[in-house]
């Protein structure tokens, strides 16, 4: 059996995270690994909602150590948490907040015991061991599960670290706006620092202030795995930041003028990163340099038709990407833009056939069509549209209905009721007469 | 003090309207109603662009860890009176 470490840092006394301006050793983190996986229900599943990042990666390591899976859903709306239920009916959920409301078996996060010394060793985990399955939602409704098991998340992040520069012993910390459950948190802000002997921050900082407070309270070299979105407002901000090593940013494609902006500003390189939910990550770009994309070692891509997809190194079975992409030598490629049924708003992801068929369900929807406008820049978050035919609905009765069903950023804006859909003689719809109708009813 | 709050709350739904692009005019907001969730239809993307329009506007930074973040966008009534108790300009 091969077996790969949960962490690689090679000292108990090193640090691993900074909760509250307080380092957490290697030792104590284990120590209440141990502590957790003692108290873990007996369902195989756990669906770790902690909002701390040290209490999630404390869950997540309680499960890998325990042989337990952890399920990471797009969304926790009601249907996505039955839909879940059925797919792991041993799933649980493990919380940080007193206000946990998950209509499922749940454990809270404990307060863990003093620390007190004793001899830890670090686990070694099987390559094989199923460690996660994160869904994307699919096309019908039903999410479609994305297995990861221990060896390709551990290859993963590893090539990432070497990529970014990360193995150089120099105790690196790590910021994250993104949640810890979004792949690309789970990756760049958690498995990272694990797997590169560096640490990582507890918080999830939300405004600016909170983003300047949180990287005022770790030691250099910091670094900070953000958004597009959250790096735009922090600029706009205009707060003093203390120095920054190194700042990541994924979920979508920064503008050059956004990039250049950034590293003047917080006077920092930006390196960005490309991955999907199904891959992982698997190219970086330092934006400012250059607008082609440089894959991780091993990693391929293949042109087949329309579709390209990607294989080798940590990406397990080859897979097609969801992205229009001009191949432009081995290891290098150029993106243009989104296959048009894929929506993906501030990270989140989902398809127009999947939101088309939530809106259709709903009863008193007669016909109804979700509209994507074209992005005028990644940097602003684009708000998609819907148009339906449903004269005994209210806008409000609509909405609720919808909220059940999809996550909150995808509720249309505006949601426009129509007499019929200006579908074709076939009964199509094109993009093109959706835009016109739009476009109309703004004016 | 409550007429000031009154053209304050006003101001504060017409920077909400302009900088969400938002579907609707800043009277018919109702000032009691959730701006999260059922209410006007916020979310945290939203939360994040009105928080620095008012940062801004009103010199003041909002954090999510000291006040009762939630509660302070509970409803534009409450986010007004704590743009009044906390503004600088």
């Known amino acids: ?48 909602i902690c909002r701390d ?30 839909q879940l239920q059925t797919f792991a009916p ?61 060896g390709s998340l551990v290859h993963n992040v590893q090539a990432q670290a070497k990529r970014l520069g990360l193995l150089k012993n120099a105790d690196y910390c790590i910021v994250g706006t993104i949640p810890p459950q979004h792949m ?38 910091r670094i900070l795995a953000s958004t597009p979105l959250h790096l735009r407002l922090l600029l706009e901000a ?22 250049h902006k950034i590293e003047k500003t917080l006077k920092t ?7 999907s939910t199904e891959t992982g990550q698997i190219a970086t770009r330092h934006t400012t340099d250059t607008a082609t994309w440089q894959l991780l070692p091993k990693v391929q891509l293949t042109q087949s038709g329309e579709q390209v997809w990607a294989s080798g190194g940590h990406v397990d079975i080859a897979v097609p990407l969801n992205d229009i992409i001009e191949l432009t030598d081995i290891s290098h490629f150029l993106l243009h833009g989104r296959t048009q049924d894929l929506i993906n708003i501030a990270g989140k992801r989902s398809s127009l056939a999947n939101l088309n068929h939530h809106l259709n ?17 990644h940097d602003h978050v684009t708000r998609l549209s819907a148009c339906v035919v449903a004269p005994n609905l209210t806008a409000a009765a609509l909405l609720a209905a919808l909220r059940l069903k999809i996550d909150p950023v995808f509720l249309p804006r505006p949601l426009l009721f129509v007499e019929s859909l200006p579908r074709n003689a076939t009964g199509k719809l094109s993009r093109q007469a959706l835009k016109n109708l739009f476009s109309v009813s703004v004016d | 003090m409550i007429e000031n709050n009154t053209s304050l709350q ?58 009762n973040n939630h509660q302070i966008f509970s409803s534009l009534r409450n986010l007004t009176e704590y743009v009044a108790a906390h503004k600088t300009n």
């Open chain 1, 238 to 259: 205009d707060l003093k930041l203390p120095e920054l090593a190194l700042t990541l940013s994924a979920t979508a494609p920064l503008s050059l003028t956004l990039a």
């Open chain 1, 184 to 221: 690309y948190g789970l990756e760049s802000t958690v498995l990272l620092p694990l797997q590169s002997s560096n640490a990582f921050s507890s918080a999830q900082p939300f405004y600016p202030a909170d983003i300047s407070g949180t990287l005022e309270t770790i030691p250099a070299p």
């Open chain 2, 10 to 67: 006003l101001e504060i739904a017409e920077l909400m309207v302009q900088a969400l692009n938002l579907d609707t005019t800043a009277t018919e907001i109702d000032p009691e109603a959730p701006l999260y969730g059922d209410g006007l239809g916020l979310d945290s993307i939203d939360i994040l662009e009105v928080a620095l329009v008012v940062s801004k506007r009103y010199g003041l930074q909002l954090k999510a860890d000291s006040e």
């Open chain 1, 1 to 48: 059996m091969q077996t790969l470490s949960l962490i690689t840092h090679n000292s108990l006394y090193k640090t691993i995270a900074w909760r509250k301006g307080t380092a957490i050793s290697v030792a104590k983190f284990l120590a209440d690994v141990d502590y957790l996986a003692a108290l873990l229900p007996a369902g195989k599943h756990i669906l770790n």
């Open chain 1, 90 to 150: 041993d799933v649980f959920c493990l919380h940080d907040n007193g206000n946990c409301d998950i209509a499922l078996p749940r454990l809270s996060y404990p307060t863990m015991p003093e620390y007190r010394a004793e001899k830890v060793s670090i686990p070694q985990i099987d390559v094989q061991q199923l460690i996660a399955i994160v869904f994307t939602s699919g096309s019908t409704g039903a999410p479609i599960p994305h297995a990861k098991n221990w």
């Open chain 1, 53 to 82: 990042r040290y209490h999630f990666t404390v869950g997540l390591a309680a499960a890998i150590v325990s042989n337990k899976v952890s399920v990471l859903p797009p969304t926790h709306t009601p249907e996505m948490l039955q």
């Open chain 1, 361 to 377: 369900a709903i009863d008193g929807v007669i016909d109804g069509a979700f509209f994507m406008p074209d992005e005028l820049s």
């Open chain 1, 269 to 275: 390189p930006l390196i960005e990163i490309y991955g």
